[in-house]
């Protein structure tokens, strides 16, 4: 099995590579279309850019999975092909794994060529509707550049088997292996630490949040407040990375339970399976992801399930907060 899952490994690396260089070439060809609105689903709206990466990944599942190895593809933008699996036409319950997707995790980010978007995949034994994010075994993810950036970092991983990272030379193909290191850092000062608010709704309910989060840490009122950075990186596996290279401390993700405090509901975009899949890697790497009060991620891998999560360095800082954290949303979002 450990063969196997190097294998897979290697395998949804080699597919985020195709999928990155096919998206530096069309971006060269076609850039001012990547923003048209393709559709809208129940998870999210669908830009031209994300219909370019779906094709991309069906044709190479086509040429390049093994077919001694069946798989389930859940991916957002597929609802109109049904259940999608390799080789085409196998049952759901005679596939092995169910493989979870998110071709362009930042795609406003990317369409608009701002800051690097991230492809991301995750590979679980197939269980049917009870997969969930715990049972993930192999995760990989690929920076999707910006025009004017000539490196591109990917970092993989198996489970118990450390974190694979290599940056590449977009113009020669090389690449070089680097060592991501979590911040080992106990406190916040000085630091990048966030909780996500990326867009209107919910915005200053969340930033409540925060700002009492940080007065209950004694980081508040000391030097005008300005011991903690903020950094809001419109991409869950963009965070995922800043806190696996060490760049961030903490980051988190409310906004589920947010917009139910608020009476928002599903029709407010927020955090997805696919987009938080290669939580593996942190972990992996030595940092920490947990559902906000502390306990594992156990959503199932699909496209529509809202996830809350907080993702810290290392477990010196996510003992630190985890019980400040679980009172504050006793009283904000209970």
């Known amino acids: 099995m450990k063969n196997k899952l190097e294998q897979a490994r290697k395998l949804l690396c080699a597919l985020q590579a195709e999928l990155r260089d096919t998206l530096i070439a069309a971006r060269a060809r076609r850039a001012h279309t990547f923003a048209r609105v393709a559709g809208v689903t129940a998870a999210d709206t669908i830009y031209q850019v994300d219909r370019i990466s779906e094709a991309a990944i069906l044709a190479w599942f086509q040429r390049h ?28 319950a005679r596939t092995v794994f169910k493989c979870i997707l998110d071709p362009i995790d930042g795609t406003r980010n990317l369409m608009y060529d701002k800051r690097s978007a991230w492809a991301l995949a995750a590979l679980a034994p197939q269980r049917g509707a009870a997969t969930h994010l715990g049972d993930i075994v192999v995760a990989a993810m690929t920076e999707l550049p910006t025009s004017k950036q000539d490196r591109a970092d990917q970092l993989s991983a198996v489970r118990g088997r ?30 990048f630490a966030s909780i996500a608010r990326f867009f209107p709704e919910g ?57 139910a405090k608020l009476g928002l509901g599903r029709a407010s975009l927020c955090c997805h399976p696919y987009d938080i899949c290669t939580a593996l890697i942190l972990t992996e790497a030595g940092g920490v992801v947990e559902t906000p009060d502390g306990r594992p991620l156990r959503v199932p891998l699909d496209t529509t399930s809202p996830v809350a999560w ?3 360095a290392n477990p010196a800082l996510a003992r630190r907060v985890r019980p400040i954290l679980r009172r504050l949303i006793r009283r904000h979002l209970a």
């Not at 389930?72 to 092909?81: S, Y």
């Not at 030097?223 to 903490?250: C, K, P, T, W």
């Open 65 to 92: 999975w093994p077919r001694a190895w069946p798989v389930e593809l859940v991916m957002e933008g597929l609802e109109d092909h049904g259940t999608v699996t390799f080789p085409r036409g196998t049952p759901v």
């Open 162 to 191: 450390g974190v694979v990272a290599r940056t590449c030379d977009l113009r020669t193909g090389r690449a070089r292996a680097f060592r991501p290191r979590p911040s080992r850092a106990t406190g916040f000062e000085h630091g």
């Open 203 to 259: 915005k200053a309910l969340l930033a409540r949040i925060e700002e009492d989060l940080w007065r209950e840490l004694g980081l508040l009122g000391r030097n005008g407040g300005q011991l903690v950075f903020d950094d809001q990186y419109l991409s869950s596996g963009g965070q995922l990375y800043e806190l696996a290279i060490g760049h961030d401390r903490m980051l988190g993700d409310l906004r589920p339970q947010a917009y």
């Open 310 to 312: 907080m993702g810290y």
